[in-house]
Structure formats: structure tokens, C-alpha cells
């Protein structure tokens, strides 16, 4: 094909046909620029399926890491309230409203008490793809930036996380601290069985912590703490969670 254009040329100048040849030679150019212009146009296309790909991959990795973050959460959600259930319920035995027995009380400060509330989302794709700057591979200008505020609100989390466990704590010494016996809650929860331990020979009533002022203080301010924990940033993170695994699901092809 060019020693086809080339002989034409060469014919239009012995034959001194200037102006053929400037057409030609605008003809040419034309030809020239169309075919740059095919070939930019085929490689931007491969390009945004290349990164359209990616895109597809990460989605529904970032898809996966939420549903289990989701699931978490909910169960996270769960043992809180039952924690602060169990604190609310030793209040009332305080108050006289239902019957306190050494077993009730033992298993409701084991119930508010022993476990801890943590949530632990899985982002290591979403801390992968942060640092390595993936995160623009993203096309969703509204997901992109609900990725990014995650990270940030997941701190703020963990900061309500660290003050609710020192209330935690805070109840937790006042009730040793009074003389109360741990062992005696063991024996009663049935875990110094478990643990191997050997039933007390001299049981300890803890129903004496029931008129304690400071053990109710804390317990109160536990309390508090733990509701906060649930409405003000927990919930807020469900709904955002949500919304970002909404918009993921939008995104991704079926």
C-alpha cells in the first residue's frame, strides 16, 4: 500500500501537477492522522477494560471483606446489649425489684462483664488498596469517598471502644477491691469447673456489693457508656456500612 501512494506521488511530480499533489498530499496527512487517532482510540479502549477489570476484582473483594465486616458487627452489637442488659438487671436487684440470690447476681455481673467489646472489621484490601493508591481505580466518586471515611470512622470507634472498656474495668475493681469474691462468682457460673478450680470450701456472699454506692456508680456509668457505644457509634456504623455495600453492589456486573 505505501509503494502504491509513493509511485503516485512520484508520478504527480514528474508530471508537475502541484496542485494534484498538494491534495494528495493533505490526502495523505488526513490518512495519517485518522489512523493515529484509530490507534489511540483502541488503546484507551483496552485501557478502561483493563482498568474497568480491575475495578470488577477489587469490587468484589471490597464486597466480601463488608459482608463478614457486616456480620461482625451485628454480633458485636448483640453481646453488647446483652452486656449492659445484665448491668441493668443487677440495678434492679439493687432497687429491690426482683429477688437477689448468689447465683442471679453471679451470673448477671458474668453476663455484663466478661466480654469484651471490639470490633474488628476486615480491611486488609481496603488498607492495601489506600496505600498503594488504588483506591482511584474506584469510579464511583460516592463509594470512593465513603471507602476513605471508613478508615476514619473505624478510629473513632475504637477510641468509644477504649472508654467503655475502662468502665468496664473501673466496675470490675470496685467489686475486688470491696472484698468481694471472684471465686464465689466462679463456683456459681459454673466456671471453676471449667477452669479446674475446686469449689470454695468457705463461700463469700457478693449480695453486700448490692448496697454498695461506688460498685452502682460504676455500674450506672457502664451502663451509659455501653448505650452510647450502641446508638451514637454503632449504629451510625451500620447504616454506613450498608450504604457502602450498596453501592458496591450497584457497581459490580452480574
Known sequence: MLKFFR????QLIVEKKVGNYLLYAIGEIVLVVIGILIALAIDNANDNRIKREKEQV????????FDISKIKLE????VNRKSYKAAQKIVLLMEGETVATEETFSNLLSDAFTNDIFFNPNNSLLNEMINSGSLK????????????????TID?????EKM????????VNVFRDEGYSIHTLLDHTGMSKKLGIPLSKNPVSNLGALESVAFENNILLFIITSQSTEIDHYNPLMASLETI??????ELKK
Open 7 to 10: 509511485k503516485i506521488r512520484k
Open 58 to 65: 477489587y469490587l468484589k473483594g471490597l464486597k466480601e471483606e
Open 75 to 78: 454480633e458485636l452489637i448483640k
Open 137 to 152: 481505580d474506584i469510579s464511583n466518586d460516592t463509594l470512593r469517598i465513603r471507602l476513605t471515611n471508613w478508615i476514619s
Open 156 to 160: 473513632d470507634i475504637a477510641n468509644q
Open 164 to 171: 467503655l472498656g475502662e468502665e468496664r474495668n473501673n466496675t
Open 245 to 250: 455495600l450498596e453501592n458496591i453492589n450497584k
